[in-house]
């Protein structure tokens, strides 16, 4: 079973992370004029303040920087779920908070590549990650 996905409010900012995983690319807002990635997504750069923002996709590759395994089934008959803080490789400080698929939470190590994966839902991408799959 599937955990439950609460809808996001969409935005002008956040509509191209929420919904533009159609190519298989996570999107998130990018200063144009220093190169900081924002997120979330704002009308301006948080480092720089310029308004030479928008959305670039990025690579889908990360860390894990932190996790919890939530084990109280909120829904009857979901699974243990693993809550993780993974760290983007495009810039260090940019975090997503997300749910790991494709892996136990006892299998979990901090610092372990991950990768991008979609749940699609009603047209939302939810953005989650995987154990990193070598290259064939």
């Not at 929420?18 to 220093?34: N, S, Y």
């Not at 009857?76 to 693993?82: A, D, F, K, L, V």
């Not at 699609?120 to 991408?125: L, T």
Request: charged share 20%; hydrophobic share 40%.
């Amino acid at each position: 079973m599937l955990p439950l996905r609460l809808r996001p409010f969409l935005d002008p900012d956040n509509q191209e992370y929420w919904t533009g995983g159609g190519d298989g690319r996570l999107h998130m807002h990018h200063c144009g004029d220093c190169g900081w990635w924002v997120h979330p997504a704002a009308p301006r750069c948080r480092r720089c303040r310029g308004a030479n923002v928008s959305p670039e996709a990025v690579s889908g590759r990360g860390r894990v920087a932190t996790f919890t395994v939530n084990h109280k089934a909120w829904i009857p008959g979901s699974e243990p779920y693993i809550i993780a803080l993974v760290e983007l490789n495009e810039q260090a400080g940019l975090f997503l908070t997300t749910n790991l698929v494709g892996i136990d939470g006892d299998d979990v190590i901090l610092g372990m590549e991950v990768e991008l994966v979609f749940e699609i839902v009603d047209g939302i991408y939810y953005p989650l990650f995987r154990p990193r799959q070598e290259s064939p």
